[in-house]
T-cell receptor, first 115, second 117 residues
Framework: NAGVTQTPKFQVLKTGQSMTLQCAQDMNHEYMSWYRQDPGMGLRLIHYSVGAGITDQGEVPNGYNVSRSTTEDFPLRLLSAAPSQTSVYFC????FGTGVYNEQFFGPGTRLTVL | AQKITQTQPGMFVQEKEAVTLDCTYDTSDPSYGLFWYKQPSSGEMIFLIYQGSYDQQNATEGRYSLNFQKARKSANLVISASQLGDSAMYFCAMRDPSGGSNYKLTFGKGTLLTVNP
């Protein structure tokens, strides 16, 4: 199993450009999510999905779009990049479950710089 | 109010000594899960240990143990016999059903641990 994969690893954008961060998992996890990590802020949830066709907003959704057409893929789109979106982005996935124990498996991260 | 509070931005420990990283949480739900993750300088997030709110005993995983004090709403991570490779950022996180989902994970701001030789 490859686990959770993210591409690209690094990206530099100019203000106003758009791009898509890719995330894929091969563990058949229903739940997928995107976080951003900024110094001193921990990880903050951007968007999440509990299955194909179902997405919802997290704590910091503005400026980002997501869709979930398959169980495996959960891309994150920046429509018009801003310097405030300079961050490290993590994708994570986990099983559904009846309890709260569902370890989230994280991808390696994408370091994005917006100039 | 913050759901997860880590009050120690940075900690130093001597190699082979034990260290405790603090974490307090806030939830009104009786069912929740607490997680600790390690993030070394390479950047990946590594799952360390989990504690469920109904677990009777404190969780342990090798040199990691969780000092779970439910009444005080604290879930401190104890690392015994520190090693140089333990130098990393450590995040406490909680999963609870608030907001209608069992699956959202809320993170603290992290504690940067430095192990000195």
């Amino acid at each position: 199993n490859a686990g959770v994969t993210q591409t690209p690893k690094f990206q530099v954008l100019k203000t106003g450009q758009s791009m898509t961060l890719q995330c894929a998992q091969d563990m058949n996890h229903e739940y997928m999510s995107w976080y951003r990590q900024d110094p001193g802020m921990g990880l903050r949830l951007i968007h999440y999905s509990v299955g194909a066709g179902i997405t919802d907003q997290g704590e910091v959704p503005n400026g980002y779009n997501v869709s979930r057409s398959t169980t495996e893929d959960f891309p994150l789109r920046l429509l018009s990049a801003a310097p405030s979106q300079t961050s490290v982005y993590f994708c994570a996935s986990s099983y559904f479950g009846t309890g709260v124990y569902n370890e989230q498996f994280f991808g390696p991260g994408t370091r994005l710089t917006v100039l | 109010a913050q759901k997860i509070t880590q009050t120690q931005p940075g900690m130093f420990v001597q190699e082979k000594e034990a260290v405790t990283l603090d974490c307090t949480y806030d939830t009104s739900d009786p069912s929740y899960g607490l997680f600790w993750y390690k993030q070394p300088s390479s950047g990946e997030m590594i799952f360390l240990i989990y504690q469920g709110s109904y677990d009777q005993q404190n969780a342990t995983e090798g040199r990691y143990s969780l000092n779970f004090q439910k009444a005080r709403k604290s879930a401190n991570l104890v690392i015994s016999a520190s090693q140089l490779g333990d130098s990393a950022m450590y995040f406490c996180a909680m999963r609870d059903p608030s907001g209608g989902s069992n699956y959202k994970l809320t993170f603290g701001k992290g504690t940067l641990l430095t192990v000195n030789p």
